[in-house]
């Protein structure tokens, strides 16, 4: 799936995040009265007459100086421009007309993707009038909206599902391995991609965030083609030291969509931070096969354990996630790049792994029993009497048993633990659900 993006951009407090919430159908998005609260960026997904598309809010930025408050929301408009399908330009219609709007729609002029403004906080049709201030912009599809209520929306995505291509939207499956290559900014991700390639398909420089365009590429390896994603940074140094990792985490989350597996570089000298966590979590939301790839390994120095340490240090690090592999690599030598190779394609298989109801049932139930679920609160047994497999993209396992509602959350850890053991799946994310029997 290759769904559309839609960037919501605007000034701080305009109603954006309550927008995105409505559109995802979730509270994905803290939203306050205070301007400036949404830090991290959130990612989601929309759906208008049968058509998804994704959605990324982009919050709101503040820093100390007016001066600097207004270079990065000009540098934040740009770099959204340049991944998303269409924008969505959200003022505040009781507000009125800002300068800070103005300099925004000015740069949103620069580009021919379908842009919308929204004249948010028209809470009902006696505001209607509050958008008139806003043709002044010159932004010819204008909206009076409410986020919070939802008044007009349905015309703002009638008129954006119109706007937008779907034509590379498809449910036929690509056989190919699609692998992206994501971390953050000068973890060596374009190095990586250029050494399996063979030859410089993206520019490299020590400088974090070169490559400006997501480059796809076939990376044919015995017989087999493999569909690599580079997911780099700005061409230029952004100003804006926040902005970087805005344009880093729009790439990042993109490729990560519509990938099977995923390559986390981490850099052997940092080990792995907050950003890499994130996206840690989200590759195991959106049940992406992983894999850690501690890069950089050639300027480790290093004695007979150095390679044993660092892992258990990263596998503190993964907590539960123990079934995530971790390998050790050098981008610039290409120590055992191609070993990340193989590793990707076992856990492609994995993924599509389908594991025969009665092998499933003849082989965990009889542990099951002997380590059965916690009594319900009333001291009934809660008894799993069947399993299966289901699921076409990622493992879904379903237990089927009595009082299914009691199973709490670590009980539903050790039945995974129990399938990874007998099973395998290295590297790759499942969901266990207990349904009534």
Known sequence: MNEPVIVIVGRPNVGKSTLFNRLTRSKT??????PGVTRD???G???WNGKKFRVIDTGG????SQDLF????KEQVEIAFQEADAIFFVVDGKSGLTPLDIEIAQNLRKFTKPNFLLVNKADSPELEIIKNDFYRLGIEKIYDISAINGRNLGDLLDDLIESLDFSNVTDKPDPRLRLSIIGKPNVGKSSLVNSLLGYDRSIVTDIPGTTRDSIDSVLKYYGQEIILVDTAGLRRKS???ENVEFFSNVRTFKALWNSDVAVLLIDAQLGIENQDQRIIQEAVRRRKGLIIAINKWDLIAKDTNTAKVFEEAVRRELGTLDYVPVITISALTKQRIYKLIDLALKIHDERKKKIPTNQLNEILLPEIQKTPPPATPTGKEVKIKYITQVGDHYPIFLFFANEHKYVPEHYKRFLERLIRKHFGFEGVPMTISIKDK
């Open 70 to 73: 207004e270079a990065a929301i």
């Open 239 to 241: 100003k804006i030291k």
């Open 29 to 34: 998005s803290i939203v306050d009265d205070a």
């Open 61 to 64: 930025l503040v820093p100390n």
């Open 41 to 43: 960026r959130i990612y």
């Open 45 to 47: 997904e929309a759906e």
